[in-house]
């Protein structure tokens, strides 16, 4: 059974950090994509970060340089280190993994808040 629970979320200053944690179950990271996503009340869910592979990963124009997905293959978990935070980096983040060449097999976890305001 495949399973994604986030962690990490919370309430922190313009120009703070936090990292994100997602824990996976039933996931196997070889033939998953992992990325983290994120939603604003309203708006569209946009993604923030994908790993290709191992060593490339695609992050949105609006946090590169100041996120960094990471992957613990023994682990199974994802994260997501987020410096530099702005207010506008303030929403639902969810951790997401889609089978490559298999559509159908998406999953998300519940996601965390994280909020970023003075």
């Known amino acids: 059974q495949v399973r994604l629970v986030e962690s990490g979320g919370g309430l922190v200053q313009p120009g703070g950090s936090l990292r994100l944690s997602c824990t996976t179950s039933?996931?196997?990271?070889?033939?998953?994509?992992m990325s983290w996503y994120r939603q604003v009340p309203g708006k569209q869910r946009e993604l923030v970060a994908s790993a290709i592979n191992d060593i490339m990963t695609n992050y949105a124009d609006s946090v590169k340089g100041r996120f960094a997905l990471s992957k613990d293959n023994d682990k199974k978990m994802i994260y997501l280190q987020m410096n530099s935070l702005k207010p506008e980096d303030t929403a639902v983040y969810h951790c997401n993994a889609m089978q490559f060449g298999v559509r159908q097999n998406n999953y998300w976890g519940q996601g965390t808040q994280v909020t970023v305001s003075s």
């Open positions: 039933g996931i196997d990271f070889d033939i998953y994509r």
